[in-house]
Protein backbone atom coordinates (compact mmCIF):
# COMPACT_ATOMS: atom_id res chain seq x y z
CA UNK A 1 0.00 0.00 0.00
CA UNK A 2 1.51 3.71 -0.87
CA UNK A 3 1.64 6.45 1.30
CA UNK A 4 1.18 9.69 0.24
CA UNK A 5 2.31 12.95 1.03
CA UNK A 6 -0.48 16.01 1.06
CA UNK A 7 0.24 17.36 -2.57
CA UNK A 8 0.30 13.64 -3.98
CA UNK A 9 -3.10 12.82 -2.58
CA UNK A 10 -4.53 16.25 -4.29
CA UNK A 11 -3.06 15.26 -7.26
CA UNK A 12 -4.71 11.76 -7.21
CA UNK A 13 -8.23 13.34 -6.64
CA UNK A 14 -7.68 15.84 -9.85
CA UNK A 15 -6.32 13.10 -12.51
CA UNK A 16 -8.31 10.49 -11.23
CA UNK A 17 -11.68 12.44 -13.12
CA UNK A 18 -14.09 12.01 -10.27
CA UNK A 19 -16.01 15.29 -9.86
CA UNK A 20 -14.49 16.46 -6.05
CA UNK A 21 -18.47 16.98 -4.62
CA UNK A 22 -18.27 13.46 -4.96
CA UNK A 23 -15.47 12.01 -3.86
CA UNK A 24 -16.45 14.38 -0.54
CA UNK A 25 -19.67 12.28 -0.63
CA UNK A 26 -17.92 9.20 -0.51
CA UNK A 27 -15.44 10.56 1.94
CA UNK A 28 -18.18 11.66 4.45
CA UNK A 29 -20.26 8.33 4.09
CA UNK A 30 -16.91 6.28 4.70
CA UNK A 31 -16.49 8.06 7.61
CA UNK A 32 -20.08 7.81 9.02
CA UNK A 33 -20.24 3.75 8.08
CA UNK A 34 -16.77 3.64 10.22
CA UNK A 35 -18.87 5.08 12.80
CA UNK A 36 -21.76 2.96 12.74
CA UNK A 37 -19.97 -0.17 12.06
CA UNK A 38 -16.90 0.19 15.00
CA UNK A 39 -18.40 2.98 17.58
CA UNK A 40 -22.05 1.28 18.10
CA UNK A 41 -22.67 2.52 21.33
CA UNK A 42 -22.65 6.22 20.02
CA UNK A 43 -26.24 8.07 19.84
CA UNK A 44 -25.21 11.72 20.09
CA UNK A 45 -22.78 13.26 17.83
CA UNK A 46 -20.94 16.52 17.35
CA UNK A 47 -19.26 17.48 14.45
CA UNK A 48 -16.19 20.58 14.47
CA UNK A 49 -16.43 22.20 11.30
CA UNK A 50 -13.50 23.91 9.70
CA UNK A 51 -13.53 26.10 6.46
CA UNK A 52 -12.06 23.79 3.72
CA UNK A 53 -12.60 20.80 2.28
CA UNK A 54 -12.29 19.09 5.22
CA UNK A 55 -14.59 20.87 6.98
CA UNK A 56 -17.07 19.41 3.88
CA UNK A 57 -16.44 16.23 4.59
CA UNK A 58 -17.70 16.84 8.74
CA UNK A 59 -20.89 18.29 6.88
CA UNK A 60 -21.70 15.31 4.88
CA UNK A 61 -21.07 13.34 8.16
CA UNK A 62 -23.27 15.26 10.35
CA UNK A 63 -25.71 15.13 7.29
CA UNK A 64 -25.89 11.50 6.90
CA UNK A 65 -26.00 10.73 10.15
CA UNK A 66 -28.93 12.52 11.10
CA UNK A 67 -30.42 10.89 7.91
CA UNK A 68 -29.68 7.70 9.97
CA UNK A 69 -31.17 8.76 13.35
CA UNK A 70 -28.38 9.97 15.40
CA UNK A 71 -28.61 13.30 17.43
CA UNK A 72 -26.34 15.41 15.49
CA UNK A 73 -25.01 19.34 16.12
CA UNK A 74 -22.20 20.92 14.11
CA UNK A 75 -20.39 23.92 14.97
CA UNK A 76 -18.33 26.04 12.24
CA UNK A 77 -15.09 26.78 13.89
CA UNK A 78 -13.65 29.18 11.52
CA UNK A 79 -17.27 31.03 10.65
CA UNK A 80 -19.70 30.09 7.49
CA UNK A 81 -17.70 31.78 5.33
CA UNK A 82 -17.27 28.75 3.09
CA UNK A 83 -16.41 28.47 -0.46
CA UNK A 84 -16.83 25.51 -3.21
CA UNK A 85 -17.81 21.99 -2.49
CA UNK A 86 -17.66 23.06 1.72
CA UNK A 87 -20.21 25.57 0.76
CA UNK A 88 -22.28 23.56 -0.99
CA UNK A 89 -22.69 20.56 1.45
CA UNK A 90 -23.47 23.58 3.96
CA UNK A 91 -26.45 24.60 1.51
CA UNK A 92 -27.36 21.00 1.61
CA UNK A 93 -27.82 20.83 5.54
CA UNK A 94 -29.11 24.22 5.57
CA UNK A 95 -32.14 23.13 3.28
CA UNK A 96 -32.66 20.26 5.10
CA UNK A 97 -33.13 22.08 8.44
CA UNK A 98 -30.03 21.27 10.09
CA UNK A 99 -28.70 24.79 11.27
CA UNK A 100 -25.30 25.16 12.91
CA UNK A 101 -24.74 25.85 16.34
CA UNK A 102 -24.50 29.16 17.32
CA UNK A 103 -22.56 29.44 20.41
CA UNK A 104 -19.73 26.41 21.36
CA UNK A 105 -20.85 23.27 22.47
CA UNK A 106 -20.26 21.66 25.63
CA UNK A 107 -18.36 18.57 24.77
CA UNK A 108 -19.45 16.92 27.66
CA UNK A 109 -23.10 16.32 26.40
CA UNK A 110 -21.80 14.14 23.51
CA UNK A 111 -20.55 10.47 22.89
CA UNK A 112 -18.58 10.98 20.28
CA UNK A 113 -16.85 14.30 18.77
CA UNK A 114 -16.05 14.38 14.75
CA UNK A 115 -12.64 16.44 13.93
CA UNK A 116 -12.99 17.89 10.97
CA UNK A 117 -11.48 21.13 11.03
CA UNK A 118 -8.41 21.00 9.35
CA UNK A 119 -7.00 17.81 7.04
CA UNK A 120 -4.67 17.56 4.45
CA UNK A 121 -5.09 21.45 3.25
CA UNK A 122 -3.29 22.61 6.54
CA UNK A 123 0.19 23.38 6.74
CA UNK A 124 1.45 24.20 10.90
CA UNK A 125 0.78 25.42 13.05
CA UNK A 126 -2.83 26.66 13.55
CA UNK A 127 -2.80 30.74 13.42
CA UNK A 128 -6.09 31.49 14.78
CA UNK A 129 -6.08 31.37 18.30
CA UNK A 130 -9.83 30.33 18.75
CA UNK A 131 -9.66 27.42 16.70
CA UNK A 132 -6.38 26.16 19.01
CA UNK A 133 -8.30 26.82 22.16
CA UNK A 134 -10.99 24.63 20.91
CA UNK A 135 -8.24 21.90 19.73
CA UNK A 136 -7.17 22.08 23.33
CA UNK A 137 -10.45 21.86 25.02
CA UNK A 138 -11.06 18.85 23.31
CA UNK A 139 -7.88 16.96 24.02
CA UNK A 140 -8.56 18.14 27.51
CA UNK A 141 -12.05 17.32 27.86
CA UNK A 142 -10.93 13.23 27.57
CA UNK A 143 -13.55 13.09 25.06
CA UNK A 144 -13.73 10.73 22.15
CA UNK A 145 -12.75 12.08 18.95
CA UNK A 146 -12.80 10.62 15.87
CA UNK A 147 -10.83 12.47 13.17
CA UNK A 148 -11.59 13.26 9.37
CA UNK A 149 -8.58 12.48 7.57
CA UNK A 150 -5.89 13.00 10.06
CA UNK A 151 -5.81 14.66 13.18
CA UNK A 152 -6.63 18.49 12.94
CA UNK A 153 -2.84 20.57 13.78
CA UNK A 154 -1.00 17.92 12.42
CA UNK A 155 1.22 17.90 9.11
CA UNK A 156 -0.09 15.37 6.97
CA UNK A 157 3.52 15.31 5.36
CA UNK A 158 5.62 14.55 8.57
CA UNK A 159 5.81 12.47 11.37
CA UNK A 160 6.64 14.89 14.18
CA UNK A 161 3.97 16.57 16.08
CA UNK A 162 2.69 20.05 16.20
CA UNK A 163 1.19 21.49 18.66
CA UNK A 164 -1.99 22.28 19.28
CA UNK A 165 -2.98 18.95 17.52
CA UNK A 166 -5.93 16.70 18.45
CA UNK A 167 -5.47 13.51 20.23
CA UNK A 168 -7.61 11.58 17.84
CA UNK A 169 -9.43 8.24 19.62
CA UNK A 170 -9.42 7.14 16.13
CA UNK A 171 -9.04 8.81 12.43
CA UNK A 172 -10.42 7.95 9.12
CA UNK A 173 -8.56 8.58 6.14
CA UNK A 174 -9.14 8.39 2.44
CA UNK A 175 -7.77 5.67 0.18
CA UNK A 176 -3.83 6.14 1.14
CA UNK A 177 -2.81 6.42 4.84
CA UNK A 178 -0.10 9.86 4.48
CA UNK A 179 3.07 9.96 5.80
CA UNK A 180 1.50 11.64 9.33
CA UNK A 181 -0.19 8.27 10.25
CA UNK A 182 2.74 5.80 9.68
CA UNK A 183 5.20 8.01 11.21
CA UNK A 184 6.25 8.83 15.20
CA UNK A 185 5.63 10.70 17.08
CA UNK A 186 2.58 11.97 14.81
CA UNK A 187 1.22 8.38 14.43
CA UNK A 188 0.74 8.20 18.46
CA UNK A 189 -1.95 10.88 17.97
CA UNK A 190 -4.28 9.69 15.52
CA UNK A 191 -5.60 6.46 18.05
CA UNK A 192 -6.41 3.32 15.73
CA UNK A 193 -6.62 4.24 11.63
CA UNK A 194 -9.30 3.66 9.44
CA UNK A 195 -8.66 3.73 5.78
CA UNK A 196 -11.59 3.97 3.21
CA UNK A 197 -11.74 3.24 -0.09
CA UNK A 198 -12.97 6.37 -1.68
CA UNK A 199 -12.84 5.11 -5.33
CA UNK A 200 -9.69 6.91 -6.43
CA UNK A 201 -7.91 4.68 -9.23
CA UNK A 202 -4.52 3.27 -8.35
CA UNK A 203 -2.86 4.74 -11.86
CA UNK A 204 -3.34 8.17 -10.18
CA UNK A 205 -0.10 7.15 -7.69
CA UNK A 206 2.16 5.47 -9.99
CA UNK A 207 4.96 7.49 -9.68
CA UNK A 208 4.61 7.52 -5.86
CA UNK A 209 7.09 5.11 -5.17
CA UNK A 210 6.61 5.14 -1.06
CA UNK A 211 4.96 1.93 0.05
CA UNK A 212 3.80 0.32 3.35
CA UNK A 213 5.14 -3.02 3.91
CA UNK A 214 2.02 -5.02 4.89
CA UNK A 215 3.25 -8.66 4.20
CA UNK A 216 6.67 -9.84 2.51
CA UNK A 217 7.08 -13.58 1.13
CA UNK A 218 8.93 -16.11 2.48
CA UNK A 219 12.05 -17.24 -0.08
CA UNK A 220 12.09 -20.22 -1.71
CA UNK A 221 14.36 -22.73 -0.32
CA UNK A 222 14.86 -25.35 -3.55
CA UNK A 223 14.31 -28.86 -2.79
CA UNK A 224 18.35 -29.60 -3.83
CA UNK A 225 20.01 -27.30 -2.36
CA UNK A 226 23.33 -27.74 0.04
CA UNK A 227 24.97 -25.45 2.47
CA UNK A 228 27.14 -23.73 -0.08
CA UNK A 229 24.18 -22.96 -2.22
CA UNK A 230 22.60 -21.11 1.01
CA UNK A 231 25.27 -18.23 1.24
CA UNK A 232 28.59 -17.83 3.50
CA UNK A 233 28.27 -15.14 5.47
CA UNK A 234 31.27 -13.18 6.99
CA UNK A 235 30.84 -11.15 10.10
CA UNK A 236 33.71 -8.90 11.15
CA UNK A 237 33.29 -6.57 14.28
CA UNK A 238 33.81 -7.64 18.20
CA UNK A 239 35.85 -6.05 19.99
CA UNK A 240 36.98 -6.43 23.74
CA UNK A 241 34.10 -5.62 25.89
CA UNK A 242 31.67 -5.79 22.92
CA UNK A 243 32.13 -9.48 21.60
CA UNK A 244 28.60 -10.19 22.80
CA UNK A 245 27.42 -8.15 19.41
CA UNK A 246 29.16 -10.18 17.16
CA UNK A 247 27.83 -13.22 18.52
CA UNK A 248 24.40 -12.37 18.42
CA UNK A 249 24.54 -11.55 14.52
CA UNK A 250 26.30 -14.82 13.88
CA UNK A 251 23.49 -16.76 15.55
CA UNK A 252 20.58 -14.03 13.83
CA UNK A 253 22.49 -15.10 10.36
CA UNK A 254 22.17 -18.75 11.40
CA UNK A 255 19.09 -18.94 12.41
CA UNK A 256 17.64 -16.70 9.65
CA UNK A 257 18.66 -19.64 7.26
CA UNK A 258 22.80 -18.98 6.33
CA UNK A 259 24.55 -21.85 4.85
CA UNK A 260 27.38 -20.95 6.58
CA UNK A 261 28.92 -18.52 8.98
CA UNK A 262 31.81 -17.30 9.93
CA UNK A 263 32.81 -14.57 12.18
CA UNK A 264 35.90 -12.48 11.69
CA UNK A 265 37.65 -11.01 15.43
CA UNK A 266 41.01 -10.62 16.71
CA UNK A 267 42.48 -13.77 17.22
CA UNK A 268 43.19 -13.20 20.55
CA UNK A 269 39.53 -13.12 21.19
CA UNK A 270 38.54 -16.46 19.08
CA UNK A 271 38.02 -18.69 21.84
CA UNK A 272 36.06 -16.76 23.83
CA UNK A 273 34.13 -16.12 20.75
CA UNK A 274 34.19 -20.10 19.59
CA UNK A 275 33.60 -20.87 23.40
CA UNK A 276 29.40 -19.00 22.87
CA UNK A 277 28.96 -20.53 19.03
CA UNK A 278 28.67 -23.90 17.75
CA UNK A 279 27.32 -23.40 14.31
CA UNK A 280 29.46 -20.70 13.10
CA UNK A 281 33.22 -20.77 12.14
CA UNK A 282 35.72 -18.12 13.19
CA UNK A 283 38.34 -16.31 11.27
CA UNK A 284 41.19 -15.02 13.16
CA UNK A 285 42.32 -11.69 12.34
CA UNK A 286 45.43 -9.57 13.57
CA UNK A 287 44.84 -6.50 16.18
CA UNK A 288 44.82 -7.03 19.94
CA UNK A 289 41.47 -5.90 21.38
CA UNK A 290 39.96 -5.23 17.96
CA UNK A 291 40.70 -5.55 14.34
CA UNK A 292 43.83 -3.86 12.95
CA UNK A 293 44.01 -2.74 9.34
CA UNK A 294 46.80 -5.23 9.45
CA UNK A 295 44.06 -8.30 8.30
CA UNK A 296 43.94 -6.55 4.65
CA UNK A 297 46.25 -9.51 3.22
CA UNK A 298 44.43 -12.01 5.76
CA UNK A 299 40.94 -10.94 4.38
CA UNK A 300 42.14 -10.56 0.74
CA UNK A 301 42.89 -14.09 0.71
CA UNK A 302 39.68 -15.16 2.08
CA UNK A 303 37.20 -12.72 0.72
CA UNK A 304 36.47 -15.22 -2.43
CA UNK A 305 35.05 -17.51 -0.22
CA UNK A 306 32.01 -15.47 0.95
CA UNK A 307 28.75 -14.21 -0.59
CA UNK A 308 27.93 -11.37 1.41
CA UNK A 309 30.16 -9.28 4.44
CA UNK A 310 28.56 -7.66 7.51
CA UNK A 311 30.56 -5.30 9.24
CA UNK A 312 30.74 -3.35 12.38
CA UNK A 313 28.85 -4.98 14.81
CA UNK A 314 30.50 -4.09 17.88
CA UNK A 315 33.44 -3.53 16.45
CA UNK A 316 34.44 0.11 18.16
CA UNK A 317 34.91 3.51 16.35
CA UNK A 318 39.22 4.07 15.93
CA UNK A 319 41.41 5.52 13.40
CA UNK A 320 42.64 2.38 12.00
CA UNK A 321 39.05 1.05 11.91
CA UNK A 322 38.56 3.90 9.39
CA UNK A 323 41.09 2.41 6.97
CA UNK A 324 39.46 -1.31 7.69
CA UNK A 325 36.33 -0.24 6.35
CA UNK A 326 37.72 1.62 3.44
CA UNK A 327 39.40 -1.16 2.63
CA UNK A 328 36.03 -3.23 3.07
CA UNK A 329 34.35 -0.62 0.65
CA UNK A 330 36.74 -0.96 -1.82
CA UNK A 331 37.55 -4.70 -1.64
CA UNK A 332 34.73 -6.49 -1.11
CA UNK A 333 32.70 -7.22 -4.69
CA UNK A 334 29.45 -9.12 -2.73
CA UNK A 335 26.99 -7.51 -0.84
CA UNK A 336 28.37 -5.38 1.78
CA UNK A 337 26.26 -4.16 5.13
CA UNK A 338 28.13 -1.98 7.23
CA UNK A 339 26.12 -1.18 10.76
CA UNK A 340 26.66 0.70 13.55
CA UNK A 341 30.24 1.11 14.38
CA UNK A 342 31.35 0.44 10.84
CA UNK A 343 28.74 3.12 9.76
CA UNK A 344 30.88 5.70 12.38
CA UNK A 345 33.89 4.44 11.30
CA UNK A 346 32.58 5.51 7.73
CA UNK A 347 31.18 9.29 9.37
CA UNK A 348 34.38 9.80 11.35
CA UNK A 349 36.54 8.82 8.12
CA UNK A 350 34.27 10.84 5.40
CA UNK A 351 34.18 7.82 3.51
CA UNK A 352 30.70 8.82 1.90
CA UNK A 353 32.31 9.60 -1.39
CA UNK A 354 34.20 5.47 -1.52
CA UNK A 355 30.63 4.47 -0.59
CA UNK A 356 29.18 5.97 -4.29
CA UNK A 357 32.50 4.34 -6.67
CA UNK A 358 31.27 0.91 -5.61
CA UNK A 359 29.53 -1.24 -8.51
CA UNK A 360 27.44 -3.02 -6.22
CA UNK A 361 25.77 -0.44 -3.60
CA UNK A 362 26.56 -0.55 -0.29
CA UNK A 363 23.69 -1.62 2.78
CA UNK A 364 23.79 0.91 5.52
CA UNK A 365 21.87 0.16 8.36
CA UNK A 366 22.18 3.00 10.96
CA UNK A 367 19.75 3.80 13.53
CA UNK A 368 18.65 7.81 14.41
CA UNK A 369 21.70 8.57 16.30
CA UNK A 370 24.28 7.23 13.19
CA UNK A 371 22.23 8.71 10.89
CA UNK A 372 22.82 11.82 13.01
CA UNK A 373 26.73 11.12 12.35
CA UNK A 374 26.31 10.17 8.99
CA UNK A 375 24.04 13.12 7.72
CA UNK A 376 24.57 16.24 10.28
CA UNK A 377 21.05 16.65 10.68
CA UNK A 378 19.88 17.22 14.21
CA UNK A 379 18.16 14.20 15.47
CA UNK A 380 14.73 15.49 15.89
CA UNK A 381 14.59 16.16 11.87
CA UNK A 382 15.99 12.70 11.13
CA UNK A 383 12.60 11.67 13.24
CA UNK A 384 10.32 13.71 11.94
CA UNK A 385 10.87 13.04 8.02
CA UNK A 386 12.45 9.72 8.29
CA UNK A 387 11.75 8.66 4.94
CA UNK A 388 12.85 11.69 3.13
CA UNK A 389 15.97 11.96 5.16
CA UNK A 390 16.36 8.32 3.97
CA UNK A 391 15.42 8.70 0.27
CA UNK A 392 17.59 11.56 -0.30
CA UNK A 393 20.70 9.97 1.22
CA UNK A 394 20.17 6.59 -0.35
CA UNK A 395 20.03 8.77 -3.97
CA UNK A 396 22.61 11.31 -2.99
CA UNK A 397 25.11 8.32 -2.29
CA UNK A 398 24.27 5.63 -4.08
CA UNK A 399 23.73 3.21 -1.45
CA UNK A 400 20.58 1.14 0.27
CA UNK A 401 19.28 2.61 3.75
CA UNK A 402 18.06 0.82 6.54
CA UNK A 403 16.48 3.79 8.98
CA UNK A 404 16.17 2.08 11.96
CA UNK A 405 13.71 3.81 14.93
CA UNK A 406 10.01 2.65 15.95
CA UNK A 407 9.40 2.90 12.58
CA UNK A 408 12.32 1.33 10.36
CA UNK A 409 12.21 3.15 6.22
CA UNK A 410 14.54 1.20 3.98
CA UNK A 411 15.22 3.24 0.71
CA UNK A 412 16.84 2.09 -2.50
CA UNK A 413 19.53 4.23 -4.60
CA UNK A 414 17.02 4.47 -7.23
CA UNK A 415 14.40 6.34 -4.66
CA UNK A 416 11.92 3.99 -3.86
CA UNK A 417 11.35 3.83 0.00
CA UNK A 418 9.32 0.84 2.29
CA UNK A 419 8.18 1.85 5.62
CA UNK A 420 7.86 -1.08 8.00
CA UNK A 421 5.62 -0.85 11.09
CA UNK A 422 6.79 -3.92 12.64
CA UNK A 423 8.45 -4.41 15.85
CA UNK A 424 7.34 -3.10 19.29
CA UNK A 425 8.68 -0.86 21.90
CA UNK A 426 9.87 -4.27 23.31
CA UNK A 427 12.81 -4.12 20.98
CA UNK A 428 13.87 -0.31 22.59
CA UNK A 429 17.30 -2.41 23.93
CA UNK A 430 20.81 -2.94 23.13
CA UNK A 431 21.95 -5.91 20.72
CA UNK A 432 18.47 -6.07 18.65
CA UNK A 433 20.22 -3.72 15.73
CA UNK A 434 23.04 -6.82 15.41
CA UNK A 435 20.04 -9.22 15.33
CA UNK A 436 18.98 -7.14 12.34
CA UNK A 437 22.60 -6.96 11.20
CA UNK A 438 23.12 -10.73 11.21
CA UNK A 439 19.28 -11.20 9.72
CA UNK A 440 19.98 -8.94 6.59
CA UNK A 441 23.85 -10.38 5.86
CA UNK A 442 22.25 -13.88 6.32
CA UNK A 443 19.28 -13.26 3.15
CA UNK A 444 22.03 -11.04 1.11
CA UNK A 445 24.05 -13.60 1.42
CA UNK A 446 21.40 -16.41 0.00
CA UNK A 447 21.25 -14.69 -3.11
CA UNK A 448 18.26 -12.37 -2.40
CA UNK A 449 17.78 -9.07 -4.83
CA UNK A 450 19.61 -6.45 -2.44
CA UNK A 451 15.60 -4.79 -1.78
CA UNK A 452 13.77 -8.15 -1.68
CA UNK A 453 16.24 -9.19 1.66
CA UNK A 454 16.19 -5.67 3.39
CA UNK A 455 12.33 -6.13 2.80
CA UNK A 456 12.37 -9.80 4.23
CA UNK A 457 14.56 -9.21 6.92
CA UNK A 458 13.02 -5.84 8.07
CA UNK A 459 9.79 -7.55 8.26
CA UNK A 460 10.91 -10.68 9.92
CA UNK A 461 13.08 -9.04 12.63
CA UNK A 462 9.84 -6.76 13.67
CA UNK A 463 7.68 -9.96 13.53
CA UNK A 464 10.36 -11.63 15.94
CA UNK A 465 9.88 -8.99 18.11
CA UNK A 466 6.32 -8.77 18.32
CA UNK A 467 6.16 -12.66 19.08
CA UNK A 468 9.21 -12.39 22.04
CA UNK A 469 7.21 -9.86 23.44
CA UNK A 470 3.93 -11.72 23.46
CA UNK A 471 5.90 -14.83 24.90
CA UNK A 472 7.73 -12.52 27.62
CA UNK A 473 7.21 -9.18 28.47
CA UNK A 474 7.43 -5.96 26.56
CA UNK A 475 10.04 -4.66 29.83
CA UNK A 476 11.73 -8.53 29.24
CA UNK A 477 12.96 -9.32 25.77
CA UNK A 478 16.06 -9.71 25.16
CA UNK A 479 17.83 -9.50 21.45
CA UNK A 480 18.82 -13.30 22.45
CA UNK A 481 15.56 -14.13 22.79
CA UNK A 482 14.48 -12.49 19.51
CA UNK A 483 16.87 -14.81 17.27
CA UNK A 484 14.88 -17.65 19.54
CA UNK A 485 11.99 -16.34 17.59
CA UNK A 486 13.01 -16.01 14.05
CA UNK A 487 11.64 -19.35 13.63
CA UNK A 488 8.10 -18.32 14.84
CA UNK A 489 8.61 -14.74 12.85
CA UNK A 490 8.76 -17.42 9.28
CA UNK A 491 5.90 -19.74 10.12
CA UNK A 492 3.87 -16.40 10.85
CA UNK A 493 5.25 -15.06 7.80
CA UNK A 494 3.83 -17.82 5.99
CA UNK A 495 0.56 -18.24 8.16
CA UNK A 496 -0.22 -14.44 8.40
CA UNK A 497 -2.22 -14.12 11.32
CA UNK A 498 -0.08 -11.40 12.65
CA UNK A 499 -2.38 -7.46 13.14
CA UNK A 500 -2.15 -5.27 9.68
CA UNK A 501 -1.17 -1.28 10.53
CA UNK A 502 -4.93 -0.11 10.26
CA UNK A 503 -8.25 -1.02 9.46
CA UNK A 504 -8.41 -1.19 5.60
CA UNK A 505 -12.27 -0.66 4.69
CA UNK A 506 -11.90 -1.79 1.06
N1 LIG B 1 -9.02 12.27 -1.80
C1 LIG B 1 -9.15 12.85 -0.66
O1 LIG B 1 -8.38 12.61 0.24
C2 LIG B 1 -10.24 13.79 -0.49
C3 LIG B 1 -10.16 14.66 0.54
N2 LIG B 1 -11.11 15.54 0.85
C4 LIG B 1 -10.96 16.32 2.03
O2 LIG B 1 -10.33 17.52 1.71
C5 LIG B 1 -9.34 17.81 2.66
C6 LIG B 1 -8.36 18.80 2.13
O3 LIG B 1 -9.10 19.96 1.91
P1 LIG B 1 -8.47 21.43 1.72
O4 LIG B 1 -9.61 22.30 1.41
O5 LIG B 1 -7.38 21.34 0.77
O6 LIG B 1 -7.86 21.81 3.10
P2 LIG B 1 -8.35 21.53 4.62
O7 LIG B 1 -9.77 21.28 4.72
O8 LIG B 1 -7.39 20.59 5.16
O9 LIG B 1 -8.21 22.87 5.42
C7 LIG B 1 -7.30 23.77 5.33
C8 LIG B 1 -8.05 25.06 5.54
O10 LIG B 1 -7.47 25.78 6.55
C9 LIG B 1 -6.70 26.86 6.01
N3 LIG B 1 -5.40 26.81 6.66
C10 LIG B 1 -4.27 26.26 6.20
N4 LIG B 1 -3.28 26.38 7.09
C11 LIG B 1 -3.82 27.05 8.15
C12 LIG B 1 -3.28 27.46 9.39
N5 LIG B 1 -2.01 27.27 9.73
N6 LIG B 1 -4.10 28.07 10.29
C13 LIG B 1 -5.40 28.31 9.96
N7 LIG B 1 -5.96 27.93 8.77
C14 LIG B 1 -5.16 27.31 7.88
C15 LIG B 1 -6.68 26.65 4.52
O11 LIG B 1 -6.65 27.86 3.87
C16 LIG B 1 -7.97 25.87 4.30
O12 LIG B 1 -9.06 26.72 4.24
C17 LIG B 1 -8.82 16.48 3.00
O13 LIG B 1 -8.11 16.44 4.20
C18 LIG B 1 -10.09 15.66 3.06
O14 LIG B 1 -10.69 15.76 4.33
C19 LIG B 1 -12.27 15.64 -0.05
O15 LIG B 1 -13.40 16.07 0.54
C20 LIG B 1 -12.57 14.31 -0.70
C21 LIG B 1 -11.41 13.80 -1.42
K1 LIG C 1 -9.42 16.66 10.71
Same mark, same amino acid.
Given at each position: MKVLKAHEMAQADREGGIPSLVLMERAGLGVCRVIREYFRDVRKVL?????????????VVARQLHLWGYKVDYFMVQGEDLKGDALTQLNI????GLEPLHQKPFLGDYHLVVDAIFGTGFVPPV????????????NDSGAAVLSVDIPSGLWADSGLIFEP??????????QYPKLCHILHPAAKRCGQLYVVDIGIPPHTVDKVQRELLLKVSVPVREKDVHKGKMGHVLL???????????? &???? $???? #?GAGLVTVGVPKSLCTTVH??????????????????????HILREHLGRFSAVGVGMGMDRYEDGIKLVKFL???????LLLDADGINNVADGKLLPALRERENPVVLTPHVGEMERLTSLPK?????? &???? $???? #??????????????????????RVYISTRGTPAMAKGGTGDVLAGVLTALLGRGLPTEEALKVGVFLHGLAGELAERKLHTESVTPSYLIECIPSAYRMLEDGGFDPPFVDLY
Open positions: VLVGKGNNGGDGLLKTIKDPKVADIIKELSVKASATVTFLGGSLGKLGAII &MAAR $AATR #ASQLTEEMCLPLMGEERISSSSSIEEVKVPETILGS &MVDV $AVDF #AVENRCYLVLKSSRTVIATPEG
